[in-house]
C-alpha cells in the first residue's frame, strides 16, 4: 500500500475491532452484517475478502424469491425452537391426560 491520501483508513480500537470504512464495504458488496476473511499474501500483505452468505453459495438451486425471504440464522433457530417447544408441551400434554 502507497498510503496515499485516497485510500480508506481505519483505526484499531484496544480490543481489536475495527470499523471498515462505508467505501470497502460497498466495495466487498457487505451491507449490514456480513462476515470477511483475511488472506495473507506474500508481499506481507493483508487481503479482505467477502465471506458469501449461504444464501449465494446455494446457487442453481436458490430463486430470487428463495433469496428475497433470506431470514437472519438466528430468528430461523428461534422459530425452530419455539415450534420445537411448543411440540413437545403439545405431546407432554396429550399423553398425560
Do not use: Q, W, Y
Not at 8 to 21: E, Q
Not at 28 to 49: A, K, M, N, Y
Not at 50 to 79: M, N, W, Y
Amino acid at each position: 500500500m502507497t498510503g496515499s491520501s485516497n485510500e480508506p483508513t481505519a483505526s484499531v480500537a484496544c480490543d481489536g475491532t475495527v470499523t471498515i470504512p462505508r467505501r470497502v464495504r460497498d466495495t466487498l458488496g457487505l451491507e449490514g452484517t456480513g462476515r470477511i476473511t483475511f488472506v495473507e499474501t506474500d508481499d506481507v500483505e493483508v487481503v479482505l475478502r467477502r465471506v458469501k452468505p449461504p444464501a449465494e453459495i446455494r446457487g442453481a438451486l436458490a430463486t430470487s424469491a428463495d433469496l428475497d425471504d433470506e431470514k437472519c440464522p438466528s430468528v430461523t433457530l428461534r422459530e425452530e425452537r419455539r415450534r420445537d417447544s411448543a411440540h413437545v408441551a403439545e405431546k407432554l400434554g396429550n399423553d398425560g391426560a
